[in-house]
Structures are given as C-alpha cells and as structure tokens.
C-alpha cells in the first residue's frame, strides 16, 4: 500500500485477476534488460482508459508519455489500432495486436465512486503468448490523477525490465526569470515530466543547490536572504522551515546522509580552503572529514553511507577522489584530462556522475566506484550538476542555452537525451525518491 503526501488519502493497490479462462503466468516471455548497450524500444499499445469522460485519455498520454520517455518502450500510434477495447476486463482480441507487432498491450478504466475517489486499472497483457501479465486497481482523490497515471507507468516499467521505475517522483530546482542581468531565483519543484509546478520561496533573497532526503520529503538548501550564506532544512508539504547553521565564510551544496540523519558540506574558512564537514542534524555537532590547504568540495556519500566521493585539487587541478565516511583513506580516482567537478553516488552504488570540463566543454558522464569505465553520456557548452533517478538508470542536470540554463535528462546509454519542459529558465535539480 503507498500512500499520497495528504495522510488523509490513501492509494489502494489491487491486484486484479483475469476474467477469461487463461491462468496468469509467473513469468511472462515479454521482458526487457536494460543492463547497457543497444537496447531495442519494446513495442507496446497503451489504448485510452474506459470511463471517465476526458480522464482515461488523460491517463493513457501520462502512461504513454511516461513510458515513452524512458527510451526502452516504442509506444505504437493509436491510428494503427485494429481492435477498439470496449471491456478493458476481458482478454482483447491477440491477433489483432500481434498483426500490428504489438509486443505487449495496455488496457484500463477509470470510474467515479460513490464517495467522490477515481477508481484507475490498468491490465499489462503478453499478446504473443495471450496472456495477462499484471494488473491492480487504485483509488484516489481528484488531485491525484496525475501520480496515478505515474504509477501505473512505475508498475508496467518494473514487470517488463525487471527495475524500479522513476516516473512517481518529483524534481526540486531553481527557477530562473527575469533579465539576466537581475535574474530572480525561486526555489520549486514539479513531477519528474515537468507538471505541477510549485514555487517553494518568494525569490526575494537567492537561493541555491536544493537537495533532496533520501527518505523523506523534505529538502536542505542555501540562502542568502541574511546576506550570508545559510543552510535550511524544508519540509515540502507542511513548509515548515528550520536553520541548519549559520557558518562563517561560505557555505557549498549540503547533502544528506543515506538515512537522513546528517548532511555533509564543504566550508570555506578564513584561511581560504574549502575542506568537508558532516554535521549530525540531531545534536547538530560538526565533524571535519578533511584538513587539506587545498580545495575539497562537492561531497556526496555512498548509498550505504560508507563512503564519500568528493572533488579536490590537492594534485594540482580538481579531480575526484573517494574517503571513507569518517575521512579515512583519501583516494583519488580519476585521472583524465579536464577538470572534475559535482560528483553524485548512484543510487545503485555502482557509479559515480560528475561534470568534466575538457577542450572547452562540459561534459556529463559516470565511471565505476574505483575510477574504471569512465563513459561521456552528453557533451555541450556549460552543462553541469548531474541527479539521480531513484533507479539509478537515469541523470537529469541543467544546460545553457538562448539566454538561460535548461533541464535535459539522459540515460546511461547516452543515446536518450530528453529536454524537461519548464515554463522559465530552470537549473540545479535534485531528484526525489519514489514517493510514497
């Protein structure tokens, strides 16, 4: 059971069985890997929902779009559809998606109850050997629409590729408008495809580096609304807001622990180097990891909380380098040509993500754990501060263009670069966990 943000509404998943005499199989031949390399796009038909006037297509297009998005599924044109689905709860006619090579069929409702909630279902049905893959049903209240359409897409994702989906969460970032010159920053956060957009400050003071807790809805960030630099703790949906520490000097990109329980960040001191602080958001003590004279910065732990990857300079140009989460056992692990910067732990904890600036461009791109496998995922002119997708699949980061930076997401083949539809200028994204 997952329950939306308002205590008050709760999301009912249904498993739903089939209607006709097939049996549903524990496994299904429909499935798709995404480990790396060429993948093929899986065709699938994902026909408009039953019921609900302009709502089961509205549902369709998000699933559609949702899925579509990622770059592993090849949503088929509704105009090359034979049969027209009038009982989403039978067995469609499987001749007919096969003619169309329609490798997996999508079929659904959606209906109003008697106490107001929508009731969505979907059906993920296996055409070539005509049977139903998965099915559940979902209840929600009118304002939800959307994230159940996300769901949905979450749930088909997962039984064909065998990995969590990333289409039920949220992006917190900076909004940018105005003239350049005078560029008024808001903090906001919208759906993981750009929907619902919400301004979380007033853009009276600037703000900078939005993070997200791994486990709750609640984000650190940096303002200056004091003239200082300050780190806040916000809870997302109460918008109760509390100080982390008001730090003399400079105050740098403030990430949470695995478990929420800290943050850790570089300060600038009076000596002029920038050296990495863990602070315990409990007893709010400071701990120092390192004690160099040159420029530690841009810390992010491990998904397991063990180590630390950050970015420094001591060899003479930044670099990433790997501690463990108490400062131990410094290591520097790349060794290419260009400038390291704002390396982000996978959420699998099998890479890393960085920027790389190299013969006058910006590079987004991920190596292994120890240095190895370093891949170029995007290249272009001053793009930076990769996120993680929750699954680990994904990266979103920002990219100059006419005027104003932009939010772009790509996939780990490289080959699936996605602009992020927002209304202003939009740059700095952090990535939440799947709601819950």
């Known amino acids: 059971m997952r329950s939306f943000l308002n205590p008050l509404l709760v999301l009912v998943a249904v498993t739903l069985g089939i209607t006709a005499s097939s049996v549903v199989p524990v496994l299904a031949k429909v499935e798709l890997k995404v480990t790396g390399g060429n993948i093929e796009p899986l065709p699938i038909a994902i026909t408009d929902f039953q019921g609900g006037d302009a709502l089961g297509a509205q549902i369709s297009q998000i699933v559609t ?94 039984r064909i590729t065998g990995e969590k989906g990333y289409f039920d969460t ?77 730090f003399p000097g400079m105050t740098f990109a403030p990430r949470f622990s695995p478990d ?76 290419g040509d260009g400038v390291y910067s704002t390396p982000v732990w996978s959420p699998r904890g099998d890479l890393i993500a960085f920027t790389k600036q190299t013969g006058g461009e910006f590079q987004i791109g991920v190596m292994k754990t120890d240095g190895s496998g370093e891949r170029i995922l995007s290249s272009g002119f001053q793009q930076e501060g990769p996120t993680w997708a929750p699954n680990g699949r994904v990266l979103m980061f920002f990219r100059d263009s006419a005027g104003g930076p932009k939010l772009v997401s790509v996939d780990l083949t490289g080959r699936n670069e996605q602009s992020i539809p927002t209304a202003n200028f939009a740059s700095d994204p952090a990535w939440s966990p799947l709601l819950e």
């Open 260 to 335: 929420g329980q800290k943050v850790i960040m570089s300060l600038l001191r009076d000596d002029g180097n920038s050296n990495i602080f863990a602070m315990d958001l409990r007893s709010r003590s400071t701990t120092r990891l390192t004690n160099s004279t040159a420029i530690d910065t841009s810390p992010s732990y491990s998904p397991d909380g063990s180590k630390v990857v950050f970015t420094s300079d001591r060899g003479g140009r930044a670099q990433i380098y790997v501690m463990g989460a108490d400062g131990s056992g410094q290591t520097r692990i790349s060794f």
């Open 65 to 158: 779009a949702d899925l579509k998005r990622s770059g592993l599924f090849a949503p088929i044109d509704k105009s090359a559809f034979i049969e027209k689905i009038t009982n989403p709860d039978a067995a469609p006619r499987f001749d007919d998606w096969k003619v169309i090579n329609a490798q997996a069929l999508v079929t659904g409702s959606v209906s109003k109850e008697a106490d107001g909630r929508i009731r969505a279902q979907y059906r993920l049905w296996d055409t070539f050997d005509g049977v139903q893959m998965s099915g559940e049903q979902f209840f929600a209240n009118d304002a939800n629409q959307r994230r159940v359409a996300h769901i949905i897409a979450d749930a088909i994702y997962e």
């Open 170 to 246: 949220r992006v917190v970032f900076i909004d940018e408008s105005g003239a350049k010159n005078a560029r008024k920053k808001r903090l906001a956060i919208m759906d993981q495809d750009g929907a619902n957009v919400r301004y979380l400050s007033d853009g009276r003071s600037i703000v900078l580096t939005p993070r997200f807790s791994p486990n709750r809805q609640e984000i650190t960030y940096m303002s200056y609304e004091s003239g200082q630099p300050r780190v806040y703790l916000l809870q997302i949906e109460t918008g109760q807001r509390e100080l982390v520490g008001n």
